[in-house]
């Protein structure tokens, strides 16, 4: 029998675990405090727990801790992890270390839905959701963990349409029984699904990062489906609705794809549209995709949308592409070619 992991699971449902198994209601404390701080592999190793404990949790569950199977490493000091997920299925996160910071891209889900025409994870198509235990599996379990200073779900996936498995990650990763992590190491990136971003607002602190790419709504159907579901201008309007504080940051993400999304008009309507607003807009440089007719900006072009930007008063930065020789970098993430497509998946 497949047993159930422990890891990934929040102070609540432990509570309620050690409820069904009559033991002691500081037990689900213990057991918080073994797999989160204390980096425990196995139940038999939390020795806190009395043996009676340990033995009824071993007949039903495991840690579930995974370990990543292969590692690539980029010419810029980038790493690629592939982690083993359920259902025989892969996932890919990315360390990216410069100066001080070491980040960590995580993903949420495995393929995504979304069919963005410029990514590499939306053609792979949608395969499962991630598990809170195995989103932080990936934090966990890279050699680097103890030495990361910020997290991004800006992996495989679109987080927001795996909103309850998020918010129970982003809880054991910032609550005290948990990690302990400040919300401000954390950014989630999304394309801007309504409902769940306003749960994803209202449920968590941590940062907000939107996937924008053209303030025009035509152009903005052709490049992502979702906006025929939710438009950009419902997903600012929703912004506007909230008190982000000081702390908490609201960044936009824009890919520049040559001739379509890089010219005056573009520096005009993103104005417009963001006037008002507290935010950041981050350019990204396409990393090119087979079969996509679509090519990126020249840096030129790009540093001149930059300036005209920050001219108008929006904060504007160009971001540095990492990792791209090893297919690590933003939208390169796939794990297509470890489907077996003769293998049942229960989706
Ligand atoms: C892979 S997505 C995952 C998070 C979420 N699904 C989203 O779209 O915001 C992370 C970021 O990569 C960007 N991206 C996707 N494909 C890209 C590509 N080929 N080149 C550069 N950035 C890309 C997305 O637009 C998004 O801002
Ligand atoms: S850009 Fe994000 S939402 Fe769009 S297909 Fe890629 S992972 Fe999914």
Redesign the pocket.
């Known amino acids: 029998m497949q047993k159930e992991p422990l890891y990934g699971k929040t102070l609540n449902e432990l509570k309620e675990i050690v409820k069904q198994h009559n033991l002691p209601g500081f037990t689900a404390g213990q057991i918080a405090d073994w797999l989160y701080k204390k980096r425990a592999e196995s139940i038999d190793s939390m020795t806190n727990l009395s043996k009676k404990a340990r033995q009824l949790l071993s007949e039903n569950f495991e840690t579930g801790i995974t370990l990543p199977s292969k590692v690539q490493e980029s010419v810029d000091g980038t790493k690629k992890y592939l982690f083993p997920a359920h259902k025989q299925l892969f996932i890919e996160a990315a360390y990216i270390p410069e100066d001080n910071r070491k980040t960590l891209c995580i993903s949420?889900q495995v393929g995504?839905k979304?069919g963005?025409l410029?990514?590499?994870?939306?053609k792979q198509g949608f395969q499962s959701q991630l598990t809170a235990g195995e989103i932080l599996n990936q934090i966990r379990s890279i050699p680097e963990s103890e030495e990361l200073t910020n997290v991004v779900?800006?992996?495989?996936?679109?987080?927001l349409d795996n909103i309850e498995e998020v918010l129970k990650s982003l809880d054991i990763l910032t609550s005290d029984w948990g990690y302990g992590w400040s919300p401000r190491r954390i950014n989630v990136?999304?394309?801007g699904i309504v409902p769940a971003m306003r749960r994803f607002i209202e449920e968590s602190e941590a940062h907000l990062?939107?996937?924008l790419?053209t303030p025009f709504n035509e152009e903005r159907q052709k490049l992502m489906p979702i906006e025929q579901v939710y438009s950009i201008e419902q997903v600012i309007e929703t912004l506007r609705e909230y008190d982000f504080g000081r702390q908490r940051r609201i960044s936009f993400?824009y890919?520049m794809f040559e001739g379509i999304n890089d010219t005056p008009a573009h520096v005009k309507g993103l104005t417009k549209l963001l006037n008002g607003i507290r935010c950041r807009i981050n350019l990204?440089?396409?990393?090119?995709?087979p079969d996509s007719p679509l090519r990126g900006t020249p840096h030129k072009t790009m540093q001149w949308f930059c300036d005209q930007l920050n001219n108008k008063g929006i904060t504007t930065t160009i971001r540095r592409?990492r990792g791209e020789d090893i297919y690590a970098?933003?939208?390169?993430?796939s794990t297509k070619a470890l489907l077996n497509d003769n293998k049942p998946k229960d989706f």
């Open positions: 949420s995504c979304m963005c410029f990514c590499m994870t939306g779900y800006m992996g495989m996936g679109e987080p990136s999304t394309i990062a939107i996937s790419h993400e890919i990204i440089r396409f990393h090119p995709i592409s970098a933003c939208g390169l993430l």
